[in-house]
Structure formats: structure tokens, C-alpha cells
């Protein structure tokens, strides 16, 4: 990891060294953490001398006395994981980087010396040795639980014990997209001590929780805090749903643990914002109950097996919900439909808002993906949608997801069906330059032959239109959810609004290559 100074960054919480015929091995750090509570307390007796009739001054809740009896049942349960993996000259970290010195250090004639020595040096073939934390949820099948970035690219893993001890350790299987790995050794080596996970959603902000490491071998490290947030979205992957606690949380301890007052795992471990690598008191844990779903099914099947939907979704925003007379903005839209999916029947249809999945409500456009995901492959599930103003109960079947079929979410949707066209001159409305799809201006603008509808050849700089991203070549295919295929439906139907006194129109736009979103534009 290069060294450019001191900036707030997020990063894995894995130590890695370099360990090969460069005679300095740098340490560097990279993400972490989250939590659960402590039984419920009875309120305190009234302060003496209170008036009588008024309510007593709540008596301020210290921290736990003490968590050494916790953490002693804990500690033999977490574990250091160990990777090496050999490269070549080619590949790895490169040079190591200075470091930054204070304006002035004594030192840096030295320093300056020692790395200009060093540059253009042949790094030859080396060992780059990782280091992180886990723990063992079955001591009779010898599981481990880590992050996946703690022992990706490994061409060995080893596990220590708190008390020294190693044993090799083969991969299981992993989830790149939750950074979870599952790990297994020999479970008869050695007596081996296991902890299991809580429900993490019984968990409040402000619950005390208990952070356990075991980063570079020597035993177990404990830090206390409470739970700061919940359902945090740091953009790692697609499912992100994290805790977020001030327990210190440093490098090396990936994959670690993290307790609540009862010693159950309610979250593991995976990132911190920094701007050194050292706890600043952010820290971030993959949730209890995503990890475990993910656990047992890599124990079960040695991969994950997710629900899938089929389909292309997008934000609900204030002026979307407005067109679809919507008290608010919250659900998600669909933006398309994949072809051959498990709603490709016509049970979801582009424009509907999804608002409940399987009794789960969805909130935003991310609740979504992380929902589906989380139910069985071929379950029957009732969906709750908006369509066309009016909310409805539909049932779906959900399919599996597979890594094609995410590749076909961003390449490919359903355009809609061409109606017959009308010969209509080109005409302009709300910024936008629109005429008739012609095989000219298909080759022009090269548009896909399934898309159809009514191009927008040009678009007015600084209108409505240009503001919202809109550009020349793109298709509309709807407005306010009905079918356009000339620009006189789609002058008629803004008519139709402003005559309704709508104050904007819900587009349905397709990209050159069919994909398609939704946009709103004022016609007021």
C-alpha cells in the first residue's frame, strides 16, 4: 500500500509483509467492526430531595464493570489466520514506499539515503505473507470463519491458537461479494474451543459490544464500545448492510469477532475509516445474520446459492414519486425486465415500485437486492408493488442467482413491444428534439434493432432534459407509464398531464443498447 500522506481512507484490516531479500517489511493496514446489548436495567429510584410530582433526572448507565470473565470463555475461540503466497519479480507490492516524516525530522537525510539506495533495486521472486483474525464456530468439524480478503490469492493458510499452536487449513469455500471465507482444520489435532453466532438484529444503537483479534499470533487483543450505527452502506459490494461500532478495531484484525454481552459473534470484523490505518473509533462488522446464511451454505453447498429476481431496479426519488402519486419516496423501481428471468411472465412489469419483498419491507432501491438475495432459490414469495398509482400483492418464484445472469442485469433488458408508427414530422417538448425511429437514425445514432419508440435527436443545453443526463440517441419508450411510438403520442401525452395538472412527466427512457430508466421532467 503506497504511503502518500495523511488522508481518511477505508481499508482492509489485514497485515501484509513483505518477506524476501528486501531487508525492511513494512506492515500495512486496510478495514473493521460492529455489536449487540446488555439485559435491560429497572429504572432508578427518584434522587433524594426530588419534588414530588416530577420526573427524577435519569441516573447516567456506566459501561460494564469489567469483561474479563467474558473474554476469558471467548479468547481460545479466536484465532490468527496466517497466508503466504509466492510472486514473482512482477507482481506484488513493488517498491517499498517511504514513509512520510515531520517537516524537519531529524531523520531524514537517513531516510533519504536508505530509499535512494534502494530505488530501481530488482525485486525478485518473494514470499508475501498475510496476516488476519478468525474463530472457530464447530470445534467437532474444525470450522473457522474469516474475510475472504484476509486469505484471497493464499497459497497456504495456517491457523494459531491462542495458546501457540498451529494447524494447516484448507479452503472450504468463499463469497467475494460479503467478504466472507470459511475455513476447516483437523479437528481431531487438537481440543478445540468454538463460540456461535447471536442475532445480530436484536441489537440497538448503543448497545455494548466486545472486539476480539488475534492479529500477528500472540493471543487474543480485546476492546470494548458500543454499537454506533446500524445498516451502513460503505460501497464494498453489493449487499452491504454493516454495523458500525467505536470498539478499536486495528490492523491485522480482520476477520475477528465481534461479541455482545452474552459471548455470541453479532458481527465479523471487516473495515475501518482511517487515515493511518490505526482505530480512529469507525469501524465496521459484516451482521450476524447475513454471515451465518452465507456460512451455512458454503459449509452446505461450498459456494452461495441466492435468490433472483430478474430484475433492473432503480432509486424512487421525490419527483418519481410525485408522477406516480406516491405520498413519498421509498420503495424500489423497476427500471427493466431480464429476458427469460423468473418475472419475465409479466407478474413485475417496468414502472412498478416494489415496496414489500416477502413480508420485508423496502425501504430504498439497496434493500432490495440484499432481500432477494437472502431467500431460497425456487421459493414462492408475495411481493408488494405500486402499479400505475395502485398498490397490488403479486406472487413470484424466485430463480438462482449466477454470475451470468448478473452479467445479463447490465447488459441486456426486455425493450418494449414496436406498435405500428405514424408518419409525423419531428416536433420539441420539454427541451427534447423527438421524431420517428427511422433505420437512418438507428444507423446514425447506433441503436440496437430491439429497441423501439421515440428518439430524442437533440437536447436543449441547460433545459430540464440536459440537467437530468438526458442525451441525443437515447429512446423514449413511455411517459407516465403508457406506451409512446410517434412524437405525437408523446406530445399528446404531455398534453394529457398538464391538462390533468400534473406538474411533471415520468419518462421511460432505453439507452442505444435497450437498457432502460426512468426520469422525471417538469412541465410546469
Avoid at 484465532?79 to 517499498?96: F, K, L
Avoid at 464456530?137 to 501457540?164: K, M, R
Avoid at 414502472?351 to 414489500?356: A, H, I, N, R, T
Wanted: charged letters at 20%; zero cysteines; glycine letters at 12%.
Amino acid at each position: 500500500m503506497t504511503s502518500t500522506g495523511v488522508r481518511t481512507s477505508l481499508r482492509l484490516l489485514t497485515a501484509v509483509a513483505l518477506v524476501a531479500t528486501s531487508g525492511l517489511s513494512p506492515a500495512f493496514a486496510q478495514l473493521s467492526a460492529p455489536s449487540v446489548p446488555p439485559a435491560s436495567q429497572p429504572a432508578p429510584a427518584p434522587a433524594p430531595g426530588t419534588p414530588q410530582g416530577q420526573p427524577a433526572q435519569p441516573t447516567p448507565i456506566q459501561g460494564p464493570a469489567s469483561v474479563a470473565d467474558l473474554a476469558d470463555d471467548l479468547l481460545g475461540a479466536v484465532v490468527n489466520i496466517s497466508t503466504s503466497q509466492h510472486v514473482t519479480g512482477t507482481e506484488g507490492q513493488g517498491p517499498v514506499p517511504m514513509p512520510e516524516l515531520p517537516e524537519g525530522s531529524p531523520f531524514q537525510d537517513f531516510f533519504d539515503e536508505f530509499f535512494k539506495n534502494r530505488e530501481g533495486q530488482n525485486q525478485g521472486p518473494r514470499d508475501v505473507q498475510s496476516l488476519g483474525s478468525g474463530f472457530v464456530i464447530d470445534a467437532q468439524e474444525g470450522i473457522v470463519v474469516t474475510n475472504n480478503h484476509v486469505i484471497a490469492d493464499a497459497d497456504a493458510i495456517e491457523v494459531i491458537f491462542a495458546d501457540g499452536g498451529k494447524l494447516k487449513a484448507e479452503l472450504v469455500g468463499r463469497d467475494t461479494k460479503t467478504d466472507l471465507a470459511v475455513l476447516k482444520v483437523d479437528a481431531k489435532a487438537r481440543k478445540l474451543t468454538s463460540v456461535q453466532f447471536g442475532n445480530s438484529d436484536e441489537m440497538r444503537i448503543g448497545d455494548w459490544v466486545m472486539a476480539v483479534g488475534n492479529p500477528f499470533g500472540l493471543g487474543g487483543t480485546v476492546t470494548v464500545g458500543i454499537i454506533s450505527a446500524r445498516n451502513r452502506d460503505i460501497n464494498s459490494g453489493p449487499y452491504d448492510d454493516f454495523i458500525q461500532t467505536d470498539a478499536a478495531i486495528n490492523r491485522g484484525n480482520s476477520g475477528g469477532p465481534l461479541f455482545n454481552m452474552r459471548g455470541e459473534v453479532i458481527g465479523i470484523n471487516t473495515a475501518i475509516i482511517s487515515p493511518s490505518g490505526g482505530s480512529i473509533g469507525i469501524g465496521f462488522s459484516i451482521p450476524a445474520k447475513m454471515a451465518s446464511g452465507v456460512v451455512s451454505q458454503i459449509r452446505e453447498f461450498g459456494e452461495t446459492r441466492r435468490g433472483w429476481l430478474g430484475v433492473r431496479i432503480q432509486p424512487v426519488t421525490d419527483d418519481i414519486a410525485e408522477s406516480l402519486n406516491m405520498d413519498r419516496a421509498h420503495g424500489a423501481l423497476v427500471a427493466g425486465v431480464i429476458k427469460g428471468g423468473p418475472v419475465d411472465n409479466g407478474s413485475i412489469q417496468p414502472g412498478d415500485v416494489v415496496l414489500k419483498f416477502d413480508g420485508k419491507d423496502v425501504r430504498e432501491m439497496r434493500d432490495l437486492p440484499r432481500v432477494v438475495a437472502d431467500s431460497p432459490v425456487g421459493k414462492a414469495v408475495d411481493v408488494v408493488i405500486v402499479r400505475k398509482g395502485v398498490e397490488q400483492t403479486v406472487q413470484v418464484t424466485l430463480g438462482r442467482l449466477e454470475d451470468s445472469e448478473e452479467a445479463e442485469v447490465a447488459e441486456g433488458t426486455d425493450a418494449p413491444e414496436a406498435a405500428e408508427p405514424d408518419v409525423v414530422e419531428n416536433a420539441t417538448t420539454l427541451g427534447m428534439t423527438i421524431g420517428e425511429l427511422t433505420d437512418e437514425q438507428r444507423e446514425t445514432f447506433s441503436i440496437a434493432k430491439e429497441v423501439s419508440g421515440v428518439l430524442i435527436s437533440e437536447v436543449a443545453e441547460g433545459s430540464a432534459a440536459a440537467e437530468k443526463g438526458i442525451e441525443p440517441g437515447e429512446v423514449i419508450t413511455e411517459i407516465a407509464q403508457e406506451s409512446v411510438a410517434s412524437p405525437k403520442d408523446v406530445l399528446d401525452r404531455v398534453q394529457a398531464l398538464k391538462e390533468q395538472g400534473r406538474k411533471n412527466a415520468l419518462l421511460m427512457l432505453a439507452s442505444k443498447t435497450g437498457e432502460l430508466r426512468f426520469v422525471t421532467l417538469r412541465i410546469d
